[in-house]
Structure formats: C-alpha cells, structure tokens
C-alpha cells in the first residue's frame, strides 16, 4: 500500500509544538504517524521513575487508569493540533467513555493508535485505542475541543 | 411528519424534554442541558436532519427555539 504524503512522525521536541502539556502530565513520548484532521499514533515508555509509580501503587505500580485516558486524548489532541493553524492551541475535554482491560506496568511500552471520526467548528470526536505487547488494554470515545475555536460558535449571552 | 414537528422533535430529544414543557420558553443556556456542548450538538441534530450546514452568524445567533425555526426557513426548511 502506498502512504500519503502527508504522513509524518514527531520525535519528543517536535512532539511539544503541537502539545501543550508538559511534565508531569505531557504523557506521550514520540508519534510514529499522524495525517493532520485523521489519525495519530505513538507511544509512551513507562520506566520506573514515572512520578505515579511510587504511589500508584507502593508494591505494586502500575499506570493509572486517568492517564491511559490521558495519553489517548493527547495523541488524538496531535491528531488536530496539526491541521493548519492549530499548532499551539490549548485543547480541552468534553466527554470520554472508557474502558481499562489490563494493567500497565513499569517497563511497558503503552502503544497508541487514536483516529479522528469527525472534526467541526472547534470540536472533534474521535476513538483511542492502548496496546502493551500488541494487547488491548485500554480503549475510549472521546470528544475534544480547542476552545479558541468552540467559542466563537456560542450565541453570546 | 411536517419539518417544524421534526426540530420539535430534535429539541425535545437533545435537551430531554417532556411534551409539557413550552419550548417557546426555551432560550440559550436557561436549562443546564443547552450548555455549550449542548448547542454544538443541536446544531449538528438539525443539519443532519435536514441536510444542510448552517453558517457561523447563524449557529451564532440561534439563541432560542423560536430563533431556531425562523432561521431554519433560511435554509428552506419551512
């Protein structure tokens, strides 16, 4: 299969321009692969000098479920912070459902694949998906938006 | 069943409103369930609905149920 054009990567440096979270809570490291306004895929490294390790939970860690969420909704942030001028942009969350399948230990390697099922006027919804190992451990809807941009589309009060 | 029944219905559905409710009352933002996210959704129900896409001043503008009806005729929805 031949890949758009359009499909590119982000190392971490690259990554903080179309991110605006930052340690501790930036929760992605590298995306593999976005195409702007479609889909965003990457990763987050769990060492065991994540700040949430020692109290989540002492003896026995493992990644808390908030912030698979959150790793989701940032890679699908990419997914729209990359779509012309929208770089820089604060997003924020309208609603998620999710669902936790399995732990998320020290050492793993939380894979992420989100896409993009609709963007309008300031507000995308879209699907996440986590793997470790290539198994499903997490997986959400989520309904984001760039307030900047939602904002203007309100009747004013 | 006629267009003005069918956004009836969508307001009815989006803001979970019984029959006794008057949705002449219905304004922007005067019951919880027509916040911000509410109004996009709105929006979204009724151009689906009727196939078409509003304009920002209108999205804008559409403040009430009346507002909603007199607009839609814009976009030939009578």
């Given amino acids: 299969m031949e890949l758009s054009e359009s499909i590119k990567t982000l190392n971490f440096v690259e990554l903080l321009e179309f991110q605006p979270n930052r340690y501790p809570f930036l929760m992605i490291d590298f995306v593999t692969e976005y195409e702007p306004g479609v889909f965003a895929n990457g990763f987050k490294n769990l060492t065991n000098n994540e700040w949430f390790f020692p109290v989540h939970f002492q003896g026995a860690p493992n990644m808390p479920g908030a912030l698979q969420l959150e790793a989701m909704a940032q890679m699908l942030t990419v997914a729209i912070t990359t779509l012309p001028g929208n770089k820089g942009k604060v997003t924020h969350a309208l609603s998620h459902k999710v669902r936790f399948r399995k732990e998320v230990f020290p050492g793993d390697c939380l894979r992420i694949e989100t896409k993009v099922i609709s963007w309008k006027r300031g507000v995308c919804k879209g699907v996440g998906k986590g793997f470790v190992k290539d198994e499903l451990v997490c997986d959400a809807e989520m309904l984001i938006t760039i307030p900047d941009i939602f904002e203007k589309y309100l009747p004013k009060k | ?78």
Avoid at chain 2, 15 to 33: A, C
Avoid at chain 2, 39 to 44: D, F, G, T, W
Avoid at chain 2, 54 to 67: F, R
């Fill in chain 2, 1 to 78: 069943m006629s267009n003005i029944g069918k956004i009836e219905n969508i307001f009815r559905q989006e803001f979970n409103l019984d029959e006794k409710f008057d949705l002449k009352t219905l304004t922007y933002q005067s019951i919880p369930e027509w916040d911000s996210v509410g109004h996009m959704s709105l929006v979204a129900s009724l151009e689906d609905e009727f196939n078409i896409e509003m304009e920002m001043d209108d999205i804008i503008d559409l403040s009430s149920y009346e507002v909603a009806v007199k607009t839609l005729v814009k976009y030939g929805v009578e």
